[in-house]
């Protein structure tokens, strides 16, 4: 069990804090998605900003590959064990002694453990530990273990209100330490695109004709996309000017999520509609996809923090979501977005049916613009709370 911090440690004096500040990300685990992503482009950002970055990775893993791709800095660190990894630990103690890193910070439950033994290992006070909170907390975790284990811990960085609520009710971790910090986008990359709907229709070999309500995701289960065709279908049927446009990478034959693939493949070629439902894959340009669209849905079941969602709104689509997990409040409960039933695909249809018809009003020069007032909300709220620059200031603000 780790020993917890001295509290009569006296604080580092100024002339010991080496300058600029310095920070390592740790990302050891073994795939590529959303939370891997948004450590590397944190990475990017804070070390666009005199802050002096080190990427620890697994070797020749996806996240080691793409940090590399994006000019990282990237050191290699294997864990071989999920938690307790001393050996680990000690490597990345050493690293950080000899290379005076000062601040870590992880986004994986695993690698938490591993940063805060860190921490313990170097036993003394040159070093803030930072958690960035991606995931659900999940089980109740106010053992004495966790307990004391989290008094390593300086931060805990939520993104949404109800994921700091949760980590104070399902964890004893000091209140002052859980801090407010929003997942940060390239607010200028989706808000200033110089690509017009027409064009991006046309690079993307979408139809120019049809209202295109679209999901970017995972091909996984919980991004609900059988929901999202579900719900296509029964609107297919009574509007015939409508599209759909899934993006996504879908898994290559036997891999992960491979028969749910399979699947909604199915699903869309037994539509009677199947003529009207696109499937494309993933793109780094995702902006581009935004751009093509006439509609977001985030039909995801469970969504902690739907990066995606947040994209779309500073792309000034207006967003359908799931009424569940951190999308309400993304779409500030219902000011900045439709919300619908989770699963619910005759729920969603009718949503779906709104918004054509809202869209419909506003070409029609309708005194009440309603779907104009809701793509300003959810544009201004995306631009206020969720950017690149205030997550950064956030997190060097409590840096050392």
Excluded at 38 to 62: D, H, M, T, Y
Excluded at 323 to 346: C, K, M, Q, Y
Excluded at 352 to 357: D, P, T
Aim: proline content about 5%; glycine content about 6%; overall charge neutral.
């Amino acid at each position: 069990m780790l020993m917890t911090p001295s509290e009569q440690s006296p604080a580092p004096s100024p002339s010991s804090t080496p300058t600029p500040q310095s920070l390592g990300l740790v990302c050891l685990t073994p795939s590529l998605g959303g939370l891997e992503l948004n450590l590397i482009r944190l990475a990017q950002w804070l070390g666009a900003q005199a802050v002096e970055v080190f990427f620890f990775a697994q070797p020749g893993s996806p996240s080691y590959l793409k940090a590399q791709q994006f000019g990282l800095r990237v050191f290699p660190l294997t864990k071989r064990r999920k938690y307790m990894d001393w050996k680990a630990a000690r490597t990345l103690r050493n690293f950080c002694l000899q290379h005076q890193i000062q601040n870590l910070i992880c986004s994986d439950n695993q690698d938490l453990d591993l940063i805060l033994w860190t921490k313990a290992l170097t036993r003394q006070q040159l070093m803030k530990t930072f958690y960035l909170q991606q995931m659900l907390v999940g089980v109740n975790k106010r053992d004495l273990a966790h307990t004391l284990k989290y008094r390593w811990l300086d931060h805990w960085l939520a993104p949404l209100d109800w994921l700091k609520v949760q980590a104070l009710e399902r964890t004893r971790i000091a209140e002052s330490k859980v801090i407010s910090c929003p997942l940060g986008v390239d607010t200028e990359r989706f808000s200033s695109l110089a690509l017009t709907r027409s064009e991006a229709r046309a690079e993307m070999n979408l139809p120019q004709e049809l209202f295109l309500f679209g999901l970017v995701g995972r091909t996984d289960p919980g991004k609900g996309i059988h929901t999202l065709i579900e719900a296509f279908n029964e609107v297919a049927a009574q509007e015939p000017e409508v599209g759909l446009v899934v993006v996504s990478a879908f898994p290559k034959e036997g891999g992960e999520h491979w028969d749910y693939a399979q699947k909604i493949h199915r699903m869309r070629e037994e539509s009677p509609h199947r003529d009207r439902i696109f499937f494309r894959p993933f793109t780094d340009q995702v902006e581009k996809a935004f751009r093509s669209l006439d509609g977001f849905v985030m039909a995801s079941l469970c969504e902690t923090v739907g990066m995606v969602t947040i994209e779309a709104m500073l792309s000034r689509i207006p967003v359908i979501g799931a009424n569940s997990a951190g999308t309400p409040e993304l779409l500030d409960f219902g000011r900045a977005g439709l919300l619908f039933e989770v699963e619910n695909p005759i729920d969603l249809a009718q949503k779906m049916s709104l918004l054509k018809r809202q869209h419909e009003n506003n070409m029609n020069n309708s005194s009440e613009d309603e779907l104009g007032s809701m793509i300003h909300r959810a544009f201004e709220r995306a631009q206020t709370n969720y950017s690149a620059k205030k997550m950064c200031d956030i997190i060097r603000s409590q840096m050392l």
